[in-house]
Structures are given as C-alpha cells and as structure tokens.
C-alpha cells in the first residue's frame, strides 16, 4: 500500500511540473510595468493578477513593476520596460500627453499585452483602440463554456488542448477583429448562452502594430483564473511575446481562395440564426434567413471572384443570394437563385458566375418573399487564375496636396515617405481629401490605404488628368479600418485623391500611407 501512494504522489508532482509555468532558460531578464487603473467598473481580481504576474516573473526571470498612477506614462519610464501590461483596466485612463508617451513607446518597438477588461478602456482614443484590436460591447453570466484554440504554437496558446473548456466571463466585441490580428483562440457559441458574435467569435489574438507587439486575452475576469496553470501558462505565453521575449507568427493570415467556407462561421449578420442539422456539413447551419438578412465574411476577400457555389435547403419560398464586396450594400457581383428543394433537410448545390469589380469582404444578401426563404449550409468562391495587371508603385515621393492638417507634426506628404511611423492627419470635420500627383497620366490599377486608428467610415477614391475634374473610381459607406487594398479597372489619372465624406471616429482622417499603383 505505502508503494502505491508514493508511486501516486510522484505521478502527481510530475503532473502539475508539466502544467505550472517554470523557467524559460532561453529568455534574458526583461521589466514589465502592469497597469491597473480603473475609471469605470473594477474588477476584484485586479490583486491576484497582480500577484500571479509578479510569481510568474519570479519564476521566469522577469520583474514586475505594478502601478495605477498613470504618471508612470512619460516617455523616459516607458523607455525601461520591454511591455506594458493593462490588466483588468477599464475606462479613460490616460490623458492626452501620457496617451501620446505610449503611442511614441509603442511605435520604437514597445510591447503590450492586454487582459479582459484592456478592450473595455479608452473608446476615444483611435490609437488604443487598433492596438487591442476590438472594444467590449457586451457580456453574459460567468459559465463555463469551450474555447476552439487555432494556434498550437503560440507561446500563450501551444500548452493548451484543442479544445480547451473553462468558466470566465466571456466577452462580446463591437466588431469581429479577424482580419487585423492573429487570431489565437475563438469562443463556441454553440456551448454556452450569451455569444452575439456567430460563428466566428475570437477570445485571444496577436498582431504586430505600429512598430511595436500586441497581445489580448478576453479571459481573466474571475479571482480563480489567476490560480488556474492553464491561465497563468495564457498569460506568460502572452506576457514573454509582448516583450520580445520569444518569437512567434502574429501575421493576419491572407484571405482564402476557394476553400469551403461554413455558413456559420460569419463575421457579421443581420436577421439570422445558426440552427443544428445532423445533415449539415459539419452539423450546423444558418437558418431563419428571411427577405433583407445578410452575412457578412471578413476573411473572404472578394476582389477577383469569378464563381459561387452555395449548398442549400429550402421548404420555404426559395429566394435569391447576392453576392456582394466590401457591405451588404456594396457592388454586386452576381447572383444565385434557390428554388424550393423539397424539404429542410433536401440539399443542392446552386452556382453562379460573377462578374462584378469589387473589394473587401465578400457579403451575401438574401432576397425573396415572405417568410424563411432557405438554409445555407456552405459555400465555396473560385477566383480569376489570371493575374491582376503588372503593377508598380507610381506614388512614392510625390508631390501631394490635402484639404487640411491637424498641425504640422502631420504633413500630407507622410502619406508618400514609406516611414509606417509618419502619418497624415487632417482637421476634426467632413469632408476632407488628399491629392498625389503622380508627375503625369498613368494607368492606375491599385490604391491602397494603411489607416491609423482614426479611419474613413465613408470614403471615395477619385481620379483625374487635370486636377480640376473628378471621377469615382471607388466608393464605400463601410469602412472598417486597418488597410484597404483597393483593385481598380486600369484607369487612365495624373491626379488621384481619397475624398472622404464620414469620419469613422470624433477624430480626422489619418492615414499612415497612400500608395497608387499602376503602370
């Protein structure tokens, strides 16, 4: 008997050296300063995070500084930390001098890292708000539920299974930050009651920005967390990546080019619902689709579309699927028509041919009479095997021109210097514009914005040979951010301008760089 127990009790210890955080032996010493200011709701866990980081650090060969007194935020203080870290932060934190030391922190290659309530912080400040990479919208009661892990190899995700179930309090963003971010972790909706996200609801996610290194978990409301292995392995993970600690991929993935895409795994919705169906793929579906619902797909782009197929059932009226870039409101593409396939558990293929010019993400609106038209399972995009026009970059240090600055620390020829640390920003109001003069006509194929956090919601791109008279190339009302990479058909220009007619934020438009391309 006293063999069994000790053989018990070895197995035990070996268990928990395997899932309690030790030593990384590859990791110089490095300081972290964790931020716990709270101008809104105060999280009582704010002290066992704290102490969990600084045993963390002790354990790891780090050293924790912990404050509240956003003094700390000059650009001398900042400047002896390899990250910062807002724990459990919510509301304006920072005023308008100690926010411009830590853009200037991150921008010479600072680190961040993000816990929970960091995204319910600073809705004013456009900067912040690209840097945690969605805002807090909403949540329900604490449950368990089960967190879908996309990145094995993480440094905050590696340790963790597959499918990694825990009770937390569990976030909805206002926007889906996939797209813009390395997205490590995702919430199953399915498995709890509350998600207002669909399909496609990340939890933790990295991205480099700016010049420096983010890192967010959603998790971490709850005292327990920060005595949970798994957690506290989360948070090191995350903690050794913001400061530079250890490599690892936070690039957002390219959009897919033809691969099968669930229905359920949208990135935005109006009107539907997902529904259970043993005959899916996958055993989900998106039901309830009456007439003006609409999906939208944030990382399917939609330029160079050439095809759609849609696995469908319908014991409704059948309908129409339009296939649209960028908003559901955006250029049409072509469209697929559904007819009534004999029951909801009867499928078929139904496909289309696109046509249409577009970008963004690809949108599909439904459209027939009353009631539930039909369900969709699936689909698929096939894409032009041509390659888009020979292009090259015609904008670089070109003469521009804009309707306003902010002041002179944002010129309009940042857009053209190729610096991603110098930005263009005009007055606070609509409309404003910016102009490059590509020296002479030239056939223009390409733009691309590289937005700051303070964005056009509505915007349009607008050619000309003379400079005096103008014409769209390009228009959007749903903006969301980050870079547009925008395909033209070859148009002929000397002058091209973005003319924007609707801030996305109380700021102006600013932007990091405006490249034209073409031949």
């Excluded at 650090?57 to 930390?81: M, P, Q, R």
């Excluded at 990295?206 to 948070?235: D, K, M, N």
């Excluded at 960028?326 to 004999?342: E, F, H, K, M």
């Excluded at 005009?426 to 490059?436: C, G, L, M, R």
Aim: glycine residues 12%.
């Amino acid at each position: 008997m006293r063999k069994r127990i000790l053989v018990l009790v070895i197995g035990l210890l070996a268990a928990l050296t395997v899932a309690v955080p030790g030593v990384n032996a590859a990791d110089a010493p490095f300081r972290i300063l964790v931020f716990s200011k709270t101008a809104g709701f105060r999280h009582d866990a704010i002290p066992a995070g704290i102490t969990a980081l600084r045993e963390l650090g002790a354990a790891n060969d780090f050293t924790v500084d912990a404050t509240e007194d956003a003094g700390a935020f000059t650009t001398a203080n900042l400047s002896g930390y390899q990250a910062i870290v807002f724990l459990l932060t919510t509301g304006d934190v920072l005023n308008a001098a100690q926010q411009t030391a830590f853009e200037s922190y991150i921008t010479a290659g600072g680190g961040y890292a993000g816990v929970h309530a960091a995204a319910d912080t600073e809705y004013d400040w456009p900067f912040y708000g690209g840097l945690v990479g969605a805002y807090f919208a909403s949540h329900p009661a604490i449950q368990q539920a089960t967190i879908r892990v996309e990145d094995r190899a993480h440094p905050s995700t590696a340790h963790l299974p597959a499918a990694w179930q825990r009770t937390d309090e569990l976030y909805n963003y206002r926007t889906n930050p996939r797209g813009t971010v390395h997205v490590l972790a995702t919430l199953d909706e399915s498995t709890y009651t509350g998600g207002s996200m669909g399909g496609d609801h990340p939890i933790a996610w990295c991205q480099a920005y700016r010049g420096g290194r983010s890192w967010y978990t959603g998790l971490g409301h709850t005292i327990e967390s920060y005595s949970e292995p798994a957690f506290r392995a989360h948070l090191l993970g995350g903690v050794r990546y913001a400061a530079g600690a250890v490599a690892a991929d936070c690039s957002a993935p390219p959009p897919p080019s033809s691969p099968t895409v669930e229905a359920e795994g949208f990135s935005a919705q109006s009107g539907t619902q997902i529904v259970t169906k043993a005959s899916a793929h996958g055993g989900r579906a998106v039901g309830y689709i009456d007439n003006g619902d609409w999906l939208g797909f944030a990382p399917v782009e939609s330029a160079q579309a050439r095809g759609f197929t849609a696995r469908v059932a319908s014991a409704g009226a059948g309908g129409t699927i339009q296939v649209r870039a960028g908003s559901p409101t955006g250029a049409l593409l072509g469209s697929a028509q559904v007819p009534v396939t004999g029951g909801w558990e009867t499928w078929q293929n139904v496909s289309t041919t696109l046509t249409g010019t577009g970008s963004g993400p690809l949108h599909l609106v439904f459209t027939g009479g009353a009631g539930s038209l039909f369900d969709l399972d699936d689909f698929t995009v096939t894409r032009d095997s041509t390659p888009p026009p020979a292009s090259g970059l015609l904008s670089a240090n070109r003469p521009v021109t804009a309707s306003s600055t902010e002041d002179a620390g944002f010129p309009a020829s940042a857009v053209v210097d190729g610096n991603a640390g110098t930005r263009w920003s005009s007055a606070f109001s609509d409309p404003q514009w910016i102009s490059i003069d590509l020296g002479s006509t030239r056939s223009v194929n390409r733009v691309v914005l590289q937005w700051e956090a303070a964005y056009g919601r509505a915007y349009r791109i607008e050619t000309s040979t003379n400079g005096t008279t103008w014409t769209s190339a390009h228009s959007t009302t749903t903006g969301d951010g980050a870079t547009d990479d925008i395909t033209l058909a070859p148009v002929s220009a000397r002058y091209v301008r973005m003319y924007g007619t609707q801030r996305a934020t109380p700021y102006g438009y600013s932007l990091w760089e405006m490249e034209v391309h073409g031949t």
